[in-house]
């Protein structure tokens, strides 16, 4: 079992959103930023670099989207940002839709909360169910919303797939109602469960909806690197932000994750963390399995029933003492009527040599609070 010391210097067991760190592409990465790519490329001119985000990464990115997620759309549509946060910021930042309101996934993830909350939207929280979410239950208690912020690809966190009807449903509800989807594809291609459904932005011709991708969860969060695409109408909106208050990253980093992209290394890392995952995944089931544990797949987690009553997150507080980061799930609702217990397990930070260890010091601290 890893010190605290040591926890601190990189990822925790079981820690949410983090890739492993098993094939992270430093070398390649290295390689691509002393490129020729780099010397000739927009980085080495005289002028400023292109706010909206270097050519060469909004055209692999376009081209990557076509294929893994059905997403087809011109490089005019597409700006690269500083991660999921700031395009979320930077898309609620154009809609300006202070004081209206907005549906928010239930359970959902507490930062597109909080930015909703500062953003001066007044949130109704929409349940989730194997379907994902309750797109009739928003209709039903909140038709005249703005926006919607959903995790279509795989909810966060419980990992279902929005179904193709409330897919529908929904894109039908944002047109009739003028209003906005923001599309959170948190994970990309990375479902460990056959193939990946297509985006939502895919549908209808993406004329309501925002997409809104990172290299976080696929290369590494320390780049603070993603993409928005928009629909075209919004273009030019967009455009003039961008060139104002939020130009995208440095052009070095950009135009390395391109050269990455462009030789096809992003694919196939993308296709050995499925594989690394999947492993690890059922390792990590096997472990609960054989300690009568309750548990249920959740994406690139898995959710850890507790004992009735255990308090999930004095129980991780005490799990970060000794290298171990679970997500209590109490803390991704929004209503503490409807909260429910439990312990989020990330796989991608669960390597098999350390699981037996990990999963005996984590049930020793659950069976405290038995």
């Not at 990557?64 to 490089?75: M, V």
């Not at 549908?203 to 925002?210: A, F």
């Not at 096809?264 to 009568?292: F, I, N, P, S, T």
Request: aromatic share 8%; with cysteine.
């Amino acid at each position: 079992m890893r010190s605290y010391r040591e926890m601190m210097a990189g990822p925790a067991i079981f820690q949410l959103g983090i890739p492993a760190l098993e094939g992270v592409p430093e070398k390649l990465f290295a390689r691509a930023r002393s490129s020729n790519l780099l010397k000739t490329g927009s980085f080495s001119s005289l002028v400023y670099p292109d706010p909206r985000g270097e050519f060469e990464l909004r055209r692999e990115i376009a081209g990557y989207l076509s294929i893994s997620r059905n997403l087809h759309c011109s490089l005019e549509q597409v700006f690269i940002t500083s991660g999921y946060s700031a395009g979320l910021g930077l898309a609620l930042r154009v809609l300006g839709l202070d004081g209206k309101k907005v549906w928010m996934e239930e359970p959902g993830f507490l930062l597109t909360r909080k930015a909703l909350e500062l953003a001066r939207l007044n949130i109704v929280p929409v349940p989730v169910d194997a379907e994902g979410v309750n797109v009739g239950y928003g209709i039903a208690n909140a038709v005249d919303a703005a926006l919607a912020v959903v995790t279509p690809g795989q909810q966060a966190p419980l990992g279902s797939t929005l179904s193709l009807r409330r897919r529908l449903q929904l894109l039908e509800w944002a047109v009739s109602s003028n209003a906005w989807v923001i599309e959170d594809d948190y994970l990309s291609e990375l479902q460990l469960e056959g193939r990946p459904a297509p985006a939502l932005a895919s549908l209808g011709e993406g004329k309501r909806v925002i997409h809104i991708g990172s290299f976080s969860k696929t290369i590494s969060p320390g780049l603070r690197l993603g993409f928005v695409v928009v629909p075209t109408e919004l273009a030019a909106a967009f455009s003039e932000i961008v060139a104002t208050l939020a130009p995208a990253p440095s052009p070095v980093v950009q135009l390395a994750t391109a050269r990455f992209m462009h030789d096809g290394h992003y694919l196939r890392r993308v296709r050995r963390l499925k594989r690394l995952y999947c492993a690890q995944r059922d390792a990590l089931c096997e472990q609960l399995r054989v300690r009568d544990a309750e548990w249920v797949n959740a994406g690139l987690a898995v959710l850890l029933k507790l004992p009735k009553g255990a308090p999930d997150v004095e129980i991780v507080r005490e799990a970060m003492t000794v290298g171990m980061a679970p997500s209590p799930f109490s803390t991704w609702f929004a209503t503490p009527s409807r909260a429910l217990t439990g312990l989020l397990l990330g796989v991608a930070t669960a390597p098999e040599s350390d699981l037996v260890t990990s999963c005996d010091r984590l049930f020793e601290i659950i069976d405290r609070y038995r």
